[in-house]
């Protein structure tokens, strides 16, 4: 099944940094070539390609038919920094990463929050100052398509929960990382999906999939780490939550291995109206 704009039925996605499109564009005909969705991923190196190379990309997705989301920069940016100079430089690059956003018409887009434990003796500061950022940055553009925040390094889902509910008149949501959760927010030592679950009940919009073991980000194919799958999807299942999917594989063995655990639990998959995959059609070697 192919989406097409405005139609992401069936469609899950798979993470495209645009640093690797532009040193090989293999991979974007792998992903075309075998109807993949992509979420294309802005950074600070990509954000200084010329503006036609964006356009002739987006252009060459929208001619496969399918659909896009775009995830926002987050390196060295801190869209909650009590420092003047940070906060202008974050709002500045998510200025510029929104006006490059609206060449791909993405479905819908990822920020990070970017809470960090630095910040809690200056929660109400940091939310205030995020608050303004997100509002200002999403003002630019008046019909833009959802933001959905993911958490990072959060080690308690109730720090997010302020910021969503003051965004959430701008179409903000929340973005759950799996692999995130595990890691880096403690998921292996405080076992807390389900809080985290039952917490962001009312903001969960999307979920990023990976895998790894709990010591780091590792990036891992869905089903070859630690990460307590049945729980997740038992969870959603519960509180009848149907979020997007984006996959994030660091490479095309484990994007596979991710489809390979999406058609063996395609009960999962399919209650959140995503389409199973069949093996792949195309490949790739680089």
């Known amino acids: 099944m192919v989406a097409t704009k405005g139609d992401a039925l069936g469609t899950y996605f798979v993470n495209l940094p645009l640093r690797l499109v532009n040193k090989d564009a293999r991979y974007v005909q792998y992903l075309t070539g075998n109807n993949l969705a992509p979420e294309i991923g802005l950074d600070a190196l990509s954000l200084q390609y010329d503006i036609k190379w964006h356009k002739q990309l987006a252009a060459e997705?929208?001619?496969?038919?399918?659909?896009?989301?775009?995830?926002?920069?987050?390196?060295?940016?801190?869209?909650?920094?009590?420092d003047n100079l940070v906060l202008e430089a974050t709002r500045?690059?998510?200025?510029?990463?929104?006006?490059?956003?609206?060449?791909?018409?993405?479905?819908?887009m990822i920020g990070?929050?970017?809470?960090?434990?630095?910040?809690e003796e200056y929660f109400?500061?940091?939310?205030h100052r995020s608050v303004v950022t997100w509002t200002q940055i999403l003002d630019l553009w008046p019909d833009h398509p959802p933001l959905f925040l993911e958490n990072t390094c959060e080690q308690d889902p109730r720090l997010l929960t302020d910021l969503l509910f003051e965004l959430s008149v701008h179409e903000v949501g929340f973005c759950l990382d799996v692999g995130h959760w595990y890691c880096f927010g403690g998921g292996v030592r405080?076992?807390?999906?389900?809080?985290?679950?039952q917490t962001m009940n009312g903001f969960l919009r999307h979920v990023h999939l990976h895998d790894n073991e709990g010591d780091s980000d590792a990036h891992l194919g869905v089903g070859e780490g630690q990460i307590p799958w049945g729980e997740l999807f038992s969870g959603l299942e519960y509180l009848e939550l149907t979020p997007g999917v984006t996959l994030e594989p660091h490479c095309i063995e484990d994007l596979?291995?991710?489809?390979?655990?999406?058609?063996?639990?395609?009960?999962w998959f399919s209650r959140l109206g995503v389409k199973v995959p069949l093996p792949a059609t195309r490949g790739l070697e680089i």
Do not use: I, K
Request: proline share 7%; glycine share 2%.
């Open 61 to 82: 997705l929208q001619q496969s038919g399918l659909s896009c989301s775009v995830h926002l920069p987050f390196m060295d940016l801190q869209p909650g920094s009590l």
């Open 92 to 108: 500045t690059r998510l200025r510029q990463a929104l006006d490059v956003a609206a060449v791909y018409q993405p479905t819908h």
């Open 112 to 119: 990070h929050a970017h809470f960090t434990p630095v910040y």
């Open 124 to 127: 109400s500061q940091w939310l």
């Open 190 to 197: 405080r076992a807390d999906l389900c809080h985290w679950l």
């Open 256 to 267: 596979q291995t991710s489809q390979q655990f999406m058609r063996e639990n395609p009960s």
